[in-house]
């Protein structure tokens, strides 16, 4: 199994363009799960998904954030329009069940200029 | 919501030397309690977990963990480090019937050769 597959790894853009992360879960993971890391505030759960239905989206920072999941292999986190303060990494993480833990990607690193 | 807290933020040790690094919960039901670490520059990994009967789990690379429920405490040790023991190493908690796994701060240990 290749794991959590995210890209881009690094993405610098402007502020105010748009900006698209992706995700691809282990295949069979019914959870999928989007985190924030900075030095400032550490790993924040943004939202997660479980059979592909948003189940908790209150650690999303603002209507500029949105994600979608539109089939079991396949998740964005959009950002429009994009600010500094997004400057992070992003994970995407999955898991069949939390007993087991999750299985994290390798991040994206967002710069926004 | 559960929570959790870990003490010390930078840890700096010389080779061979004892590691705990302390971790404390807060949420009055049954959890499930997880290890993991982040290298520099990677994402993160599993290295333990708890969710029920011995309490004190060994998980990889030496690493132990032990639950003690009076004191919320799901504290992580290892007899002797390395110099490839350097990484970030974050606690998390999630409640028994709830996937929403949240982390502390994370603990940077730095292991002096």
């Known amino acids: 199994d290749a794991g959590v597959i995210q890209s881009p790894r690094h993405e610098v853009t402007e502020m105010g363009q748009e900006v698209t992360l992706r995700c691809k879960p282990i295949?069979?993971?019914?959870?999928l799960f989007w985190y924030r890391q900075t030095m400032m505030r550490g790993l924040e759960l943004l939202i997660y998904?479980?059979?592909?239905?948003?189940?908790?989206d209150s650690g999303m920072p603002e209507d500029r954030f949105s994600a979608k999941m539109p089939n079991a292999s396949f998740s964005t986190l959009k950002i429009q329009p994009s600010e500094p303060r997004d400057s992070a990494v992003y994970f995407c993480?999955?898991?069949?069940?939390?007993?087991?833990?999750?299985?994290f990607g390798s991040g994206t690193r967002l710069t926004v200029v | 919501a559960q929570s959790v807290s870990q003490h010390n933020h930078h840890v700096i040790l010389s080779e061979a030397a004892s590691l705990e690094l302390g971790c404390n919960y807060s949420?009055?039901?049954?959890?499930?309690l997880f290890w993991y670490v982040q290298y520099p520059g990677q994402h993160l990994q599993l290295l333990l977990k708890?969710?029920?009967?011995?309490?004190l789990v060994k998980g990889i690379k030496g690493f132990e963990a032990e639950f003690i429920k009076s004191k919320f405490s799901f504290n992580l040790r290892k007899p002797s480090v390395q110099w490839s023991d350097t990484a970030e190493y974050f606690c998390a908690v999630n409640a028994w019937n709830n996937n929403d796994m949240r982390f502390g701060a994370g603990t940077r240990l730095t292991v002096k050769p």
């Open positions: 949420y009055g039901g049954t959890v499930n």
């Open positions: 993480a999955s898991t069949a069940d939390s007993l087991y833990g999750y299985t």
């Open positions: 708890y969710f029920s009967g011995d309490p």
């Open positions: 998904f479980n059979n592909n239905v948003p189940i908790d």
């Open positions: 295949s069979g993971h019914d959870y």
